[in-house]
C-alpha cells in the first residue's frame, strides 16, 4: 500500500479540529458542540480519520 501527504486542505482541517477539541478539554475553552466528553472523543476521531483519509486516498 502506497501512502502520500495528504493535501494542504485536508491536513488544515485535520489540525483544526484537533486543536478545537485540545483547547475544550485543557484549557476550558466554550467551543460549540464539543462541550461533552463524548463529543470531544467523537471530534479527536474524526480529525484522524480525515488524515487517516488524506493519506490513503488519491486526489483529497
Do not use: E, H
Not at 12 to 38: C, E, M, Q, W
Amino acid at each position: 500500500m502506497a501512502l502520500k501527504a495528504p493535501g494542504i486542505l485536508i491536513f488544515t482541517l485535520s489540525i483544526v479540529l484537533s486543536l478545537a477539541v485540545l483547547f475544550t478539554r485543557v484549557f476550558g475553552a466554550n467551543v460549540p458542540l464539543l462541550t461533552a466528553d463524548y463529543a470531544q472523543f467523537y471530534a479527536m476521531w474524526g480529525a484522524y480519520l480525515v488524515l487517516v483519509l488524506g493519506c490513503v486516498m488519491r486526489g483529497l
